[in-house]
């Protein structure tokens, strides 16, 4: 397969693309040009050139890693992806379905027949197939079970047990297990008879008669250290395990902080039940970022870029009509106070600047406030104080955004009461920014909901309702009738 640097690999995946969509152009003129034909051997043409579309795509595909397949699936559009994978999927269907995005792979498994489902999970390892069985049909996969044998049928139920967001759901069986009584030689000498290492091995797990893991043995230390030792010398008793019902987010940030390629999967009694890796942790990440980039625009994380029109338009309806809601709630904040736009139009061009200089505050602290929640860095013991320090903030930065807003207004209109009025009006709404920004990602972690869902959204409709508000509320108090 080809190795592209990592530096152009942007630009390598987009000329594999181009030539892909090429390709398929060539062929769908060459399918127009047989259906025109008046040949007699109409059907046989029109076979070979079929045969001659798929030998060329898998020609194509053969030099590239499944998750350049993946990428160019992705990028598809419906009809052109499914004529792309009805060519490849039986050399790669196993590694291209992990590959892709989820939405994307609930198209190509829904053209699949349950024989063929059944045939690539042959190919791949229980969490592989665990982490497919949400798309995979009931009774397809009951055919999957039917062809693992008992200790593979007991692994995939194992992590099919867990919930999404534990560490058991993400953990793998790969591992290498020993005795702290053997010798480094011993251990050598076992794992040349294996012929080769699970991938991402950087550590052998030592347990003891019960499966209990007392330590671990890395493999620097296996090359360096004297073949005579035993392995209760060399190995490391201070390391990184984490139980099956800890939280994958809280593992992730456990992999960052201590640089961890792997590390042992342990139940309560601290038996050995599998391995969590380095590739699933950088799985998880994505996913989760992509979810939450998502989730704060109000467009829901199994949507394909190229599905159907009427999906994607469901997908977002939600959202959209919370959007009618509080637009609706801003004209009418609007039209209470149309005498007073009508007595002084400066309000109408100034109206914009107290709402957007609301919804930049408040989407700063709420994109601070997630990202935070995220890391785990807020609790119970901090959590005043940040909401103390980001309204000394709000107020500092109020202060000066406002002053600078209401010299400007005055250089325009020479209305000094005006300047007064908007620059009040921004600190106020800025404060109010700030205590939204905060109150609906701390209330939605607070009561087990997503921060991140809908965030930006539900921020931008109260800032700019209050701004509005705040605003024409100060100019008839103090601008009207003076």
């Not at 347990?207 to 360096?224: A, E, F, H, M, S």
Request: aromatic share 6%.
């Amino acid at each position: 397969m080809d190795s592209p640097n990592p530096l152009d690999s942007t630009q390598f995946l987009q000329q594999q693309l181009q030539a892909v969509v090429a390709l398929l152009e060539k062929q769908e003129l060459e399918n127009s040009l047989v259906r025109k034909s008046t040949s007699s051997h109409h059907d046989l043409e029109e076979a070979l050139v079929s045969k001659q579309h798929q030998v060329r795509l898998q020609e194509k595909m053969s030099d590239l890693h499944p998750a350049d397949i993946a990428f160019i699936l992705e990028s598809l559009p419906l009809d052109q992806r499914q004529t792309v994978w009805n060519s490849i999927k039986s050399d790669y269907d196993g590694q291209i379905l992990l590959e892709v995005s989820d939405a994307v792979r609930q198209t190509l498994i829904s053209g699949m027949e349950e024989e063929e489902l059944a045939t690539f999970a042959s190919n791949l390892d229980t969490d592989e197939i665990a982490d497919l069985a949400a798309d995979i049909p009931k009774r397809a996969m009951l055919k999957i079970l039917r062809s693992l044998n008992n200790q593979e049928r007991t692994h995939l139920k194992t992590i099919l047990s867990y919930q999404e967001h534990q560490v058991g759901a993400l953990m793998d069986f790969g591992m290498i297990t020993i005795r702290d009584d053997l010798t480094l030689k011993a251990i050598i000498a076992y794992i040349r008879k294996l012929g080769k290492l699970p991938g991402h091995t950087d550590k052998l797990f030592v347990v003891d008669q019960y499966n209990i893991v007392k330590g671990v043995l890395p493999l620097q230390r296996l090359l360096t250290h004297s073949p005579a030792q035993h392995v209760a010398e060399a190995m490391v008793t201070d390391f990184v395990k984490f139980q099956v019902d800890h939280d994958t987010a809280d593992a992730s940030r456990a992999f960052e902080r201590y640089d961890l390629i792997s590390a042992p999967v342990v139940d309560k009694q601290g038996r050995l039940q599998g391995r969590l890796c380095v590739d699933s942790i950088l799985d998880f990440i994505r996913e989760k970022t992509d979810e939450d980039m998502l989730s704060q625009a109000g467009v829901e994380e199994d949507e394909d870029l190229f599905s159907s029109v009427w999906k994607s338009a469901r997908n977002r309806w939600g959202w959209l009509l919370i959007n009618i809601a509080t637009a609706f709630a801003s004209t009418r904040i609007i039209g209470f106070f149309e005498d007073i736009i009508v007595q002084l139009v400066a309000l109408a061009s100034l109206m914009p600047i107290v709402a957007a200089m609301g919804g930049n505050t408040g989407n700063q602290t709420s994109m601070l406030i997630i990202r935070s929640l995220a890391l785990g860095q807020i609790n119970a013991d901090n959590v005043r104080r940040l909401i103390k320090k980001e309204l000394t903030l709000a107020l500092l930065n109020g202060t000066f955004i406002g002053i600078l807003i209401g010299m400007l207004s005055w250089l325009l209109y020479h209305d000094l009461a005006l300047s007064l009025v908007i620059s009040s009006a921004i600190l106020m709404n800025l404060l109010v920014a700030v205590v939204v920004g905060l109150s609906i990602p701390l209330g939605r972690y607070k009561y087990g909901k997503d921060p991140a869902v809908g965030a930006s959204i539900m921020l931008t409709a109260i800032t700019d309702s209050m701004g509005f508000f705040i605003f024409l509320g100060l100019a008839r108090l103090f601008l009207i009738d003076r």
